[in-house]
């Protein structure tokens, strides 16, 4: 019978020990590592690189103090993100509505980061790539994220093979700013076309009917 009390004993004081250790909260390395992935998560959505930590979470100094400003600052960072990233919607959203049915369809959010990167309106890059392929439909064969008419897809000036929209978006932001740096509409960029004129009024025209802008090229 003793045998027996000291068996129940036992088993009732396990129990209560792992259900407490189940009910217990996560360890402050613990909240920080899921605070990092929900950034992370947060700034894949953005387009935008990871912020990495130094050390790992289970691997910071043992001051309390220390993990405690470490879990604030990753859930600042979390906050700044979401806010970036909702302030971004209404573009997204146009973006994403001028996208469907063409072969740029589903990449508006690497789209908007390409533009943010560089200044240049995301719906203008995209208003290229309609005057001058159908936004895509009738790019280069040899090079088919070249949506954007350059080098006439010829050789008259290396133009990188894009293995991806996102390499395509990041160039041709950084070629409108280094090339046109002042430009404010859509017909400041004397030299893309033959007709300057002409090639802004298209890319105006793809601006408001597709997406809803006007023709201002900043972002």
Not at 99 to 118: D, F, V
Not at 186 to 212: I, L, P
Request: hydrophobic share 40%; charged share 15%.
């Amino acid at each position: 019978m003793r045998v027996y009390r000291i068996f129940a004993i036992t088993t009732v004081v396990a129990s209560v020990c792992v259900s407490s250790a189940l009910s217990s909260p996560p360890s402050l390395s613990t909240r920080i590592a899921e605070t990092e992935v929900m950034v992370w998560r947060c700034q894949d959505q953005r387009a935008v690189p990871r912020t990495q930590y130094s050390v790992s979470p289970w691997a910071l100094p043992r001051s309390h103090a220390y993990r405690v400003w470490t879990l604030r600052l990753w859930k600042q960072r979390h906050t700044a993100c979401l806010i970036a990233l909702h302030a971004n919607d209404e573009v997204l959203r146009k973006l994403r509505i001028g996208l469907s049915g063409t072969p740029m369809a589903g990449t508006e959010r690497e789209l908007e980061a390409a533009g943010k990167h560089w200044h240049v309106s995301p719906f203008f890059i995209a208003a290229i790539a309609g005057t001058e392929s159908s936004f895509g439909a009738a790019a280069c064969s040899s090079n088919p994220k070249n949506a954007y008419g350059l080098s006439s897809c010829t050789s008259g000036w290396r133009v990188p093979y894009f293995r991806s929209w996102a390499e395509s978006y990041e160039f041709m932001g950084k070629f409108l700013t280094s090339r046109w740096p002042n430009a404010t509409s859509t017909y400041s960029y004397s030299g893309y076309a033959a007709c300057s004129s002409c090639w802004g009024a298209k890319n105006e025209y793809w601006m408001r009917s597709r997406f809803g802008v006007t023709n201002s090229v900043r972002y």
